[in-house]
DNA sequence: ATCGATTTGTCCGTATGTATT
DNA sequence: AAATACATACGGACAAATCGA
């Protein structure tokens, strides 16, 4: 119950009410919660109250609303899964080498002129043009991945007419006799953009783990800068020296 | 000036209008913005929808709030500073090479059984001992990582006796002939825990970037076991390959 | 050091809209 | 179509922190 002369406001109180039903499985894992009347009524303060209190839960992670419905306790954090990367990694190869069930889709791509920071990290002149591919990866049928890989379209002639038939990045490269390898990661932390929390799933109040890649083809050209981001709470991305 | 017929929610008018207004020079950083009353007046919305909107502002970080003061104009976010990890790294040798000013200090340490993590990690037995070092690392006197370093008490007998007189990390491998590589390192995304918040001064909200790291000593045994905690608003990590 | 004005924080009440069941 | 649940918006009141006269 709500203790209204202990100076500790009433919506913080009950934030910590609905985390110890959670904690002690009254609430558990995907069940629905009161709605804001009832808790309303049922410890005597005002709805905005209520709404303040499951807000900031919601902001947490510890629950989620959906509007018609209701709110709902979270799932609580799995075990990550630690995906290797190397110089040469091809990512479905890797996740049934670890056991699960990859799955890999291009959601969008469009020929461009290279973004600044793209013709920069490529070494490309100013104007000169790029793939730019979004792609999520999959683990088991849960979003573990958003990429968007930008390709130099001057080493890729001709790519546009099949890149609908896409299977795999490897499988682009194969086409053109590439191999490329990766010369250069950079590891960021950092909440989705929204393109990224749509694609992923998540709330945009989930950390991401972002990595920036170049890759370079076998005759030393860079040919490749991605940036993928990896949702926090399922994936960790590890290198072996 | 608020649109009442568009169907966009006032809040979310009203944010778009102040961000406008940061962006074009009008508000510029550090300053205060309008009171709520004022806002609330001048755009003829209620204090609640005003409050809503900055509410949203300061959780994105683009403003903040002091309670009788008022509410300001946060800083842009800064340029985040590349910390190139290396399998023989030397934090304050690789800040000074990249001309910013190095600074590390040994918060605590002491003498434990060796975590079930950590055991794991370096292939101890249960019941081995370790040193538990805190490290806080800033650059330019802002904070930037925080580690906690795990040290195989077999392999550096004695130490206890003069780790007070820590200058840096190489220095005690120096002491003991050792000069060890990082085998293995995992990056992940998360929140800070309260400690790690602490010491890198940051609010508990915003992401940090974890590596942990395996090290080896030249004769093939594993040494250190370390989580770095960097805070995502000032540092990223990169590796070359 | 005090007081009053200002500003944000918390809380209550009410009404209407929109999505879901 | 009706009931339910969350979303937005308006109104008022008092508390707590800050600042300047």
Redesign the pocket.
Known sequence: M?ERES???????LMEIIRRQIVNGRLKEGQ???????L?SAY????????????ELCRSGELY???????FVAKPPVDLFEYRLSPKTSFTDDIREAGKTPDSRLLAWREVTAPVHVAEALGLAADERVFALDIRRLVNRQPFLFSKVFLSAARLPGLAGFIDKFRSLPAIYDAYGLSPRRVKSVFRASFPEQEEAVALDIPGNLPVLKVESVLKSQDGVLIEYSVSCYRSDFAKVSIDW
């Open positions: 709500i100076g500790i406001p009433y919506y913080w109180q629905r919660i009161p709605s804001e009347i009832e309303s005597r303060v005002n709805r905005h109250t209520v709404r303040q209190a499951i807000g609303k959906q509007r018609g419905r209701g709110t």
